[in-house]
Structure formats: structure tokens, C-alpha cells
């Protein structure tokens, strides 16, 4: 599956994972437990929640290691 078929589960599993701790938890099930790779992880589970990012300014998209998911 493409990262861009991905990212559009990335809204309801970030609702259903409301903190960091549990964001990072699920991102190691999906790469340990399901085989997916770390690239694939973070698109569905975003490493910031959305409309957050270490700077504090707010942002309309996901912010996935760097880059913006559409």
C-alpha cells in the first residue's frame, strides 16, 4: 500500500491515540507486529498530532517527520 493510501487513515487513528506515549506504542505494534515499515508507521501514526509541532505554531495538515501529508 502507497504512503499517499495510508495517510488517509492517519485522521481517525490519531483521534483514537491521544497522547505520545500511545502514538509510539502503536507505531512499534505496526512495524514489529505487522511488518510495516518505519516510513509506513509514522504516516498512519503521526509523529505530532495534527495542527501541532515542536514549535508550538498550528498547522491545517499532519506533520509526519518532516514533511506534510495531503
Do not use: H, W
Not at 504512503?3 to 506504542?25: F, H, I, N, T
Not at 504516516?43 to 509541532?53: F, N
Amino acid at each position: 500500500m502507497s504512503l499517499d493510501e495510508l495517510s488517509q487513515y492517519a485522521p481517525e487513528l490519531l483521534s483514537l491515540l491521544p497522547d505520545k506515549v500511545k502514538r509510539d506504542q502503536a507505531c512499534q505494534r505496526l512495524q514489529n507486529g505487522y511488518g510495516f515499515s518505519r516510513e509506513q508507521a509514522s504516516v498512519l501514526v503521526s509523529i505530532l498530532r495534527a495542527g501541532q509541532s515542536k514549535g508550538g505554531a498550528t498547522s491545517n495538515s499532519f506533520l509526519v517527520t518532516g514533511q506534510e501529508v495531503k
